[in-house]
């Protein structure tokens, strides 16, 4: 259902916004294929949203190439200002380019060793000692060879109660194992929380879901068009200098974006929690079986792959670990443009997200058969645009079975297209009514051009 939204006026950031801020460190093989550059032209449009503390280009086949690193974020300071205009906290270009050092050339667990500590690597020991309580993302795009030096090198110089507070303080999303130091991180680091698809099958991966559909993924279910180069061009490369420096893809469209996906401020994902799913896929923790694709067997347990059931572009339904990103991929995608319009057009030719309010807790606690109400209410939006509402249960993210054993039916939301919803805490013959949460997602979606989503997450605890 469609219904007029109240104006939102511009939110300007709380004093300690910063401290709310992930902070990334990004690895990035870049120069070899072009996405590396598409992914990072992405995350420069939400680097108010996300603390860049680092960006070090590794080594590929082709060399080590830091200087596409500066083209994009010199690109990036042509349209800051800009992109202050519609929502505030953007770093100068200057700040950027403070954080941009080199890898080696070759990452491999030979290449490990206190010959072999780069600029790179020693900037990441920096970040990690830096007293800021948050935690460091490192986004690794390529291989992880800056990691694995950085982690010898604190092993080597340090007590084990400093290396493992040294390790506390780390967050690894790597796309897939593009060599051998991934391993040798997951099994000499064990408490190291670290987000992977292990291996070099990237047809098996998750984060293919972004723009695989017809490459390394070759699945079904959602729409390509949403990734194709004619809709990049269009959106994305024909806006402004920034739009410049965005390549067109050989294989598939910015593999490596899910590695920061999960940390954009949408209200969907909680990087604390990657079972709970967001734009970067979903990932659950255990130790995955040894499969002839991965370089070593896995000694521990990791954040890996699971699967989501969603239904497709295509009407029908699918089941992959593709779908846990692939399912959000035209509100992704829609955010994207809307903020490359941000860096060529003033604030009120633009798109804003709308900003949803539930009119209850997040965390709610129910009995089976009992009724939950649901509302949104006050969710408004900052242009004045018509808002449409969504609701629905998140079932691979709860822990509370809740498919009908009969029907295959989904929990059934009443009024799911509302602002006021209800449903009904059904109980499952097959599972114990005693235990259990319910993730329902809200999902608010302005009418402007392009059309923004923002969510919210309510959690059901159900108990006897």
């Avoid at 007029?4 to 300690?16: G, I, K, M, Q, T």
């Avoid at 491999?108 to 060793?113: K, R, S």
């Avoid at 948050?134 to 110089?157: F, H, K």
């Avoid at 040894?290 to 009407?315: C, M, S």
């Amino acid at each position: 259902m469609t219904t007029p939204a109240p104006a939102a006026r511009r939110s300007e950031p709380v004093p300690d916004a910063r401290a709310h801020k992930p902070r990334i460190f990004v690895l990035t093989d870049i120069g070899n294929d072009p996405d590396d550059r598409m992914s990072l032209v992405r995350l420069m449009t939400y680097s108010n949203q996300i603390d860049i503390e680092g960006m070090v280009a590794t080594g590929n086949s082709r060399g080590v190439y830091p200087e596409y690193l500066h083209q994009i974020v010199q690109a990036y300071g042509k349209v800051r200002d800009n992109l202050e205009l519609h929502e505030p906290g953007y770093p100068s270009q200057a700040h950027l380019e403070q954080r941009i050092w080199s890898g080696p050339a070759r990452d491999a667990i030979e290449q490990l060793g206190k010959a072999h500590a780069s600029a790179g690597s020693q900037a990441l020991i920096r970040e990690v000692d830096r007293l800021d309580p948050r935690p460091l993302w490192v986004s690794v795009w390529g291989g992880p060879g800056v990691l694995a030096q950085a982690l010898w090198t604190v092993r080597q110089t340090r007590s084990k109660r400093e290396l493992a507070a040294f390790v506390a303080k780390l967050r690894v999303y790597a796309i897939s194992d593009q060599d051998d130091t991934g391993p040798w991180i997951r099994n000499q680091f064990p408490e190291l929380h670290y987000i992977v698809s292990p291996g070099v099958s990237f047809h098996d991966s998750t984060w293919i879901g972004i723009s695989g559909d017809t490459f390394h993924g070759r699945f079904s279910g959602p729409d390509p068009a949403w990734v194709s180069n004619e809709w990049l061009r269009r959106h994305i490369r024909s806006k402004g200098p920034l739009g410049a420096a965005y390549p067109a893809w050989e294989f598939q469209m910015e593999g490596d974006t899910p590695a920061f996906l999960n940390l954009v401020d949408n209200g969907l994902s909680d990087p604390d929690h990657p079972e709970w799913g967001g734009w970067g896929g979903r990932y659950e923790l255990y130790q995955p079986r040894t499969e002839k694709w991965f370089y070593a067997p896995e000694t521990r347990p990791i954040w890996t792959n699971v699967q989501d059931e969603v239904l497709g572009h295509d009407g029908a339904w699918h089941t992959s670990n593709h779908a846990t990103v692939w399912r959000w991929r035209e509100a992704m995608q829609n955010d994207f443009a809307a903020r490359m319009d941000w860096t060529i057009k003033p604030y009120a030719q633009a798109n804003h997200p709308p900003v949803p309010k539930l009119d209850h807790p997040a965390h709610i606690t129910a009995r089976a058969g009992e009724r939950v109400d649901l509302g949104a209410t006050a969710s408004s939006d900052p242009d004045g645009d018509a808002l449409s509402y969504a609701w629905f249960v998140y079932q691979e993210a709860g822990t509370r079975g809740m498919m009908s054993s009969d029907s295959g039916e989904r929990h059934q939301i009443h009024d799911a297209d509302q602002a006021r919803a209800w449903l009904t805490v059904k109980g499952n013959r097959l599972m114990p009514a005693r235990y259990g949460s319910m993730h329902v997602i809200l999902a608010v979606t302005d009418h402007g051009t392009p059309r923004l989503t923002r969510y919210r997450r309510v959690i059901i605890d159900v108990v006897p």
